[in-house]
């Protein structure tokens, strides 16, 4: 599977179903593909992401919170990284809001994103108060976790991008 995040919907010259994700006033377009599509189908500016975690499905047609986690890796950490995500608990699919979850190595340039798909922002931030995330990240900031015992594989800090659907 493949995601691809642009600008502008009409610089994607394809029928398929694409999301409409709003931050703020500012609107993205995200679409998610069984197969890699050419390049002439996609603005330069389009970013590009392998899908290598995520088997739920997405349900254009609901009204979602959407929650990017971008995180840059290094050349060096990427199998390291990428073992670390594909191995975890997977609690997260059990959480009441939580609808899918797409982990997504990026194809041009170094910073892979983990995006979460929940009912509601509530959802959301009840998940990160709840017991699953502690857990899920209990490790963060100690001896045993990925940050701390490679902190060369990442060579900038991580951050969020929140996103409501909008219907167009």
Known sequence: MYIYIFDKKSTCKI????LCLVQQSKKVYMLETEEAMLDQSLSKDTIKYKVIDGELPID???EMYVVFNHIPVS????????????????????????????????????TYVI???????????????????????????????????????FPRRSYLNTYHVQKE
């Open 75 to 110: 050349e060096e950490g990427r199998e390291q990284f990428e073992v670390r995500f594909l191995n975890r608990a997977r609690k997260i699919e059990e959480e009441a809001g939580f609808l899918a979850i797409r982990v997504c190595r990026p194809v041009n340039f170094d």
């Open 115 to 153: 995006m979460t798909f929940w009912k509601s922002e509530k959802a959301f931030t009840d998940w990160q108060h709840s017991k699953a995330y502690k857990q899920a990240h209990k490790k963060r900031r100690t001896d045993d976790g990925i940050d701390q015992k490679r902190p060369d594989i």
């Open 60 to 62: 254009y047609d609901k």
């Open 15 to 18: 029928d398929e179903p694409i």
